[in-house]
């Protein structure tokens, strides 16, 4: 059973933990480990020039967790951060904004909850590290110039200081975003080197990111109804349920009331991927937590997500996770 806490709780158990810190003589690293009987973890918050920081976090827990947050804060957003997934899964929902999502490797997210409740699960043993890169919004618009109309609609708010309604946006991370990530995580370099290094690679990383989501908004943008949302929804509870036979997406959409072009365009614009990617996200993402709770061998989990050849699901699951399902299964 998983133990439930509130974030008033979970900060004050890691409060608790014994914890070492260490900040670097140039006061732009600071670096906090903690133990103890809810698990262990570790924090980097790195301050960098042009408004740029990263912040580098690892956690194992010891059981499963779920923890309820209230946010309350009316605060306008001072900043931009993503933050990519590199390992571990966590399954969150911002009540009243989103559906249960599932932030996994290979995803990212940007998101702006001032108020309402948010939900979290955190499974036993499972290793989750993040890396969070932001840029001040004021750095941002001055970065983008003239250019502020190209920022996603956000983005554009946040730095013309408009009024931001609450959001949440999940991309998928690239294989160019990736190797920037193993890059921060294996920073070669020490000291002040290692700061103009991790830098370089912070504006790298927003580059990317920036240059993926304003061309998906430039090439897949339609105007979308509360009905057309809904029925983007629809789609996606259909997929869901015939993993193991999916429709076409002509029939798809026939069977949701929408034409092939509106739904693969709304979909993108609703879920951040493709409806088949998303397909793609949703078994890996059950196959993990199968796995994870030792609730079915290989070939079972290949078969309860939709995949007759189990060499097939091998593949795809080393490909999204970089690990053999048998592998995973033995670890747990």
């Known amino acids: 059973m998983s133990l439930k806490l509130s974030d008033s709780d979970w900060c004050e158990l890691w409060q608790e933990q014994d914890r070492s810190a260490t900040i670097s003589s140039a006061s732009a690293f600071e670096q906090c480990t903690f133990a103890g009987q809810l698990g262990w973890g570790s924090e980097q918050q790195i301050s960098l020039r042009n408004g740029l920081h990263l912040v580098i976090s690892g956690y194992r827990l010891w059981e499963d967790v779920t923890i309820s947050s209230q946010h309350s804060s009316e605060t306008y957003p001072g900043n931009v951060c993503i933050s990519f997934v590199v390992s571990g899964i966590v399954r969150t929902i911002h009540h009243g904004l989103t559906d249960y999502i599932v932030e996994l490797p290979g995803k990212n997210y940007l998101e702006f909850v001032p108020e309402g409740r ?4 955190w499974a ?3 290793h989750i590290v993040k890396v969070r890169a932001g840029i001040q919004s004021e750095a941002l618009r001055q970065m983008s110039g003239e250019s502020v109309s190209a ?3 956000e983005l554009q708010l946040l730095v ?3 009024e931001l309604s609450p959001y949440y946006r999940m991309e998928t991370t690239t294989l160019e975003m990736h190797q920037v990530l193993q890059q921060i995580l294996n920073c070669p370099y020490q000291n002040w080197t290692r700061r103009f290094y991790l830098e370089s690679k912070a504006l790298e990383l927003l580059i990317l990111w ?6 998906n908004e430039g ?3 339609c105007k979308l109804s509360a009905a ?3 029925c983007i929804h629809q789609a996606k509870e259909v997929l869901i349920h015939h993993l193991h036979q999916p429709p076409s997406l ?5 069977q949701v009331g929408l034409n092939d072009r509106k739904l693969k365009q709304g979909f993108r614009q609703v879920f951040g991927t493709t409806v088949f990617g998303y397909l793609h996200d949703y078994r890996m993402q059950q196959a993990y937590q199968l796995l994870s709770a030792g609730q079915t061998n290989v070939k079972e989990t290949a078969q309860r997500v939709g995949y007759a050849s189990q060499s097939a699901f091998n593949a795809a699951f080393k490909k999204r996770f970089g690990v053999n399902p048998k592998a995973l299964q033995q670890r747990k």
């Open 118 to 121: 948010e939900t979290e699960d």
């Open 124 to 126: 036993a043993g499972d």
């Open 151 to 153: 920022l996603p609609k």
């Open 160 to 162: 013309e200081q408009q």
């Open 210 to 215: 920036l240059s993926q989501v304003s061309g």
């Open 219 to 221: 090439s897949h943008s």
């Open 228 to 230: 057309d949302i809904n």
């Open 250 to 254: 002509l029939e798809l959409a026939r």
